[in-house]
């Protein structure tokens, strides 16, 4: 079974997003991961959840919950977060399709 990982992405700092970014890629590789798609936030059509803001969205895509759930707690990932955090606030969450 498929799982996409969405990110909501509400950002604090480009530059620290840039080389944020320019990193995370190969660690989703490395647990057979791929970035699906990325892209801005335009305007809610409902909110009945009331989502916070955000600025961007990115999904990722893994073959199983296993290696979405591995790649999150990998210390590959893990060695990200200080610039991860200085860069955005994020929300994660995975869905099975």
């Not at 320019?22 to 989703?28: C, K, L, P």
């Amino acid at each position: 079974m498929t799982i996409k990982v969405i990110g909501l992405i509400h950002l604090n700092d480009p530059k620290a997003f840039e080389e944020y970014r320019g990193q995370v890629g190969d660690t989703v590789a490395l647990y057979e991961g791929k970035i699906a798609a990325r892209g801005t936030f335009n305007t809610f059509l409902w909110n009945e959840l009331e989502c916070g803001p955000f600025s961007a969205f990115v999904e990722l895509e893994f073959p199983d919950l296993e290696r979405s759930q591995s790649w999150a707690n990998s210390p590959e990932y893990q060695s990200l977060l200080a610039i991860r955090s200085k860069a955005m606030k994020l929300t994660l969450f995975s869905v099975s399709i």
